[in-house]
């Protein structure tokens, strides 16, 4: 009979303490001020994690819903976006132009060629693998631009760069960027990467009026570009970030550091080892 009685108290403690844990989870300030017993007190802590657990899960779920339904919503009106764009079937042709306007000189350039994936290891290493735009950079530039208003180019990629130099009038602003990023996935979908390669080093801009891979490796090394070495492959590869600031004739200390971080993105894509990337340093020639 006693211990019946002594269990019926302990149950009965028990429920009260529940009571209270559940008083205590949706309303904290209104507990009671009697103390909760070591048993009622870890129920507490145990129920108050499930319903972190539940809010955060509700949200987690409410999140994926919307990014869900955002990406399809993005897919349908980026559809009509993309028929609305100019064809990039002339691509090739204005590649021709811009050589011929400056003079240069256009040459194929396989992409096995050390300055290709010199150019593909410092500025779009994905670019084998991405379908003209990356996502990783786009996000980059969506913070960027909502945090700062930047719209840099900082991480586009290959792809982008081309049909900026080739189609877009203004690429700093918001509606510029979109076009650049819907003419990639155009341009992809269209040619091959290496032609995409090869026309992207045969229409950028390498300083001193040298437009195109074959006029710059006639300007500042007097050889053909399937010539060059690592060391002078890895230096024109550089420039065309800043063509002015890192201008090897000018500035060789500054193209030389730049040329040593092409040199450390070839070492990390694979394409050569780290003592391949020294020598290659070492023999690269002085310019006058």
């Known amino acids: 009979m006693g211990g019946r009685l002594w269990n019926r108290r302990r149950g009965f403690a028990r429920r ?4 209270k ?6 309303n904290p300030l209104s507990e009671t001020t009697q103390p909760l017993s070591a048993a009622g007190q870890a129920s507490l802590r145990r ?7 539940s809010r955060r899960g509700r949200l987690l779920r409410a999140v994926a819903l919307a990014l869900i339904a955002l990406v399809a919503l993005m ?3 980026g559809w009509g976006y993309l028929a609305s764009l100019p064809s990039v079937g002339d691509a090739q042709q204005r590649v021709d132009a811009i050589v011929r306007a400056r003079h240069g000189i256009e040459v194929g350039v396989p992409p096995p060629s050390k300055i290709g994936r010199a150019i593909v290891a410092v500025e779009d290493s994905r670019f084998y693998s991405n379908h003209g735009i990356d996502i990783p950079s786009m996000a980059h530039f969506t913070w960027g631009y909502l945090t700062t208003g930047s719209t840099t180019d900082a991480g586009a990629t290959i792809t982008e760069q081309l049909v900026k130099i080739l189609y877009v009038q203004q690429p700093h602003t918001i ?3 979109l076009e ?7 341009m992809d979908q269209a040619y091959s990467k290496p032609q995409i390669l090869e026309m992207y080093l045969n229409a950028i801009y ?4 040298a437009y195109g891979i074959a006029q710059a490796s006639e300007t500042y090394f007097h050889v053909a570009p399937d010539q060059l070495t690592w060391g002078e492959a890895s230096l024109l590869a550089g420039l065309p970030q800043a063509p002015t600031a ?3 004739f000018k500035h060789f200390d500054l193209a030389r550091a730049r040329q040593s971080h092409v040199l450390a993105r070839l070492v990390a894509t694979g394409a050569l080892t780290p003592a391949q990337a020294a020598a290659a340093y070492a023999a690269t020639p002085s310019l006058p």
């Open 206 to 209: 390498y300083g001193h009026q």
């Open 16 to 19: 009260r303490d529940a009571r």
């Open 21 to 26: 844990a559940r008083r205590a989870i949706l």
């Open 175 to 177: 509606g510029g960027k």
């Open 246 to 248: 890192y201008d090897p």
């Open 180 to 186: 650049m990023l819907g003419l990639a996935l155009k």
């Open 47 to 53: 129920r108050r994690r499930q319903a972190r657990r």
């Open 75 to 77: 897919g349908l009106v």
